[in-house]
């Protein structure tokens, strides 16, 4: 078990459904991110989250939200999905700054039918 | 665009073989550059490299950075079967974790 937790760990939702994604982490770091992984692609930052401000935003469909009440929790909202947003959807925190590693949870397995 | 290639792709080796793994980049701001151990979902820390030259080693690992050839290499040595993963290679290049990964390169060590 890593010092950061998601759950859940699968989903299956449809494409009309609203669900949320839930990453807490308990290392005491400053800065939590987002990443996407798609089969036979590399992970792609979505979000970055600073002392609970949002400091990056890659071009992510709205359909796609995210909410950092405080440094330890944050979480990703999901509506109107589509098949392909059908990935692994891994949280990660670190502390903030340059030259820190990050510390992964082990994922959402989301599956939208 | 920043971008971080990794090869090769997938690499199958028996156990005691040693395997060396290649991750190139071109990046706009380097600060560093990164390597994880994936075995099922959660991404795990190996090394962090900063300067070039340096090699850093953990155990039957080791990783060395080639600023001038914008390249670094993960050695394994001694492979054994607990060391297939996919290993993913990323670089910083922002204040926060700006982070750009490499598809990753699959291991698997077979008895």
């Known amino acids: 078990e890593t010092g950061v937790t998601q759950t859940p760990r699968h989903l299956v939702m449809g494409m009309t459904n609203k669900k949320s994604l839930k990453c807490e982490q308990h290392l005491g770091h400053n800065a939590m991110y987002w990443y996407k992984q798609s089969a036979k692609k590399p992970l792609e930052l979505m979000f970055v989250?600073?002392?609970?401000?949002?400091?990056e935003n890659n071009s992510v469909p709205s359909r796609f939200s995210p909410e950092c009440p405080n440094s330890s929790h944050l979480f990703l909202h999901l509506h109107t999905l589509q098949p392909e947003d059908s990935a692994l959807y891994l949280c990660?925190?670190?502390?903030?700054?340059?030259?820190?590693?990050?510390?992964f949870g082990q994922g959402t397995r989301l599956t939208v039918v | 665009e920043d971008k971080v290639v990794q090869s090769p792709l997938s690499l199958v080796v028996h156990e005691g073989d040693t395997v060396t793994l290649n991750c190139s980049y071109e990046?706009?701001?380097?600060?560093?550059l990164l390597w994880y151990k994936q075995e099922k979902k959660a991404p795990t820390f190996l090394f962090m490299l900063?300067?070039?030259?340096i090699e850093k080693k953990s155990g039957r690992l080791s990783s060395i950075l080639d600023k001038k050839e914008l390249s670094s290499i993960l050695n394994i040595t001694a492979t054994q079967t607990g060391d297939s993963a996919i290993y993913l290679c990323?670089?910083?290049?922002?204040?926060?974790?700006?982070?750009?990964f490499g598809i990753g390169t699959k291991l698997q060590v077979i008895p």
């Open positions: 989250y600073s002392l609970e401000e949002r400091v």
């Open positions: 990323a670089v910083n290049s922002g204040g926060y974790q700006k982070v750009t």
């Open positions: 900063t300067s070039s030259g």
């Open positions: 990660a925190s670190s502390q903030y700054g340059p030259n820190t590693e990050a510390f």
């Open positions: 990046v706009t701001n380097f600060r560093s």
